[in-house]
C-alpha cells in the first residue's frame, strides 16, 4: 500500500487513505463546493457509499446525473457530454496497478475520456481490493471480476424497466485507458480499505 500510494503521489494525483465507506464519504463532501458543476461516472462505489444520494439532494450546485429516473437516453446522453466540461468529476476506477497507474474500461467512454481531459477536478473513489500488481492484471480484473458483475447489474436494471438485457462482455468496455499520470492537484483519489464496488 505504502509504494502505491508514493507512486500516485510521483504521479501526479493527490491522495487520501481511510479505512472505510464513511470516512471516504466525509472526505469527498470536502471536494464539493458551492456553486460548482459535478458531473459523474457510473459508479456502484460512490452510490454504495451514499454519496450519489447526497449529490442529488444538494441545492448549490447543478448535477449533470445521468442516472436520473426518468430521463430519456438522449438527455442522459447530453448529460454524459455537458459533465466533461463539469468542474468536477466524480467516478471511481476499474484497478489501480502498484506503479501508481489508473486503469479502465469503459462502453460509452464519458468516465475515462473526463479522467484523461476535460473537467478541471476529478475526484476517483477506489476500494483498495481494486489494487493489482500491473497492467496485465490490471486487465485481467475487468475482464474476470469488474465487467461481469456490471453486466449482471446493468442487464437487471434493464429488466425491472421492461427493457431487453443488451450488455455482454462483447460490448461492457469498447474504450480502455491507462492513465500513467495527472498535472498535480488535478485529480484526487480517495483509497478505501471497506471494499466497495466492483
Given at each position: ?48 457509499m ?46 489501480i ?43 485481467e ?36 485507458a ?17 471494499t466497495?464496488?466492483?
Amino acid at each position: 500500500m505504502k509504494a502505491t500510494i508514493e507512486n500516485l503521489e510521483r504521479n501526479g494525483f493527490t491522495v487520501h487513505h481511510v479505512a472505510t465507506a464513511h470516512e471516504a464519504f466525509a472526505l469527498a463532501k470536502t471536494c464539493v463546493t458551492s456553486g460548482i458543476t459535478v458531473g459523474l461516472g457510473g459508479s456502484t462505489t460512490v452510490a454504495q457509499m451514499g454519496l450519489l444520494d447526497w449529490l442529488q439532494a444538494h441545492e448549490t450546485i447543478t448535477l449533470y446525473n445521468q442516472y436520473e429516473e426518468g430521463i430519456s437516453r438522449e438527455e442522459a446522453y447530453e448529460r454524459r457530454r455537458q459533465g466533461l466540461l463539469s468542474d468536477l468529476f466524480i467516478a471511481s476506477s476499474n484497478a489501480i496497478t502498484t506503479a501508481g497507474e489508473l486503469v479502465n474500461a469503459d462502453g460509452d467512454g464519458n468516465r475515462v475520456a473526463a479522467q484523461i481531459f476535460g473537467p478541471r477536478q476529478v475526484l476517483l473513489i477506489v476500494s483498495t481490493h481494486k489494487i493489482v500488481p500491473d497492467r496485465v492484471a490490471a486487465f485481467e480484473r475487468i475482464r474476470t471480476v469488474a465487467a461481469p458483475q456490471n453486466i449482471d447489474r446493468m442487464n437487471a436494471k434493464a429488466i425491472a424497466m421492461g427493457q431487453e438485457p443488451r450488455w455482454t462482455q462483447a460490448n461492457i468496455g469498447k474504450k480502455f485507458a491507462t492513465i500513467t499520470g495527472d498535472k498535480p492537484g488535478r485529480t484526487t483519489l480517495i483509497l478505501v480499505e471497506e471494499t466497495l464496488g466492483f
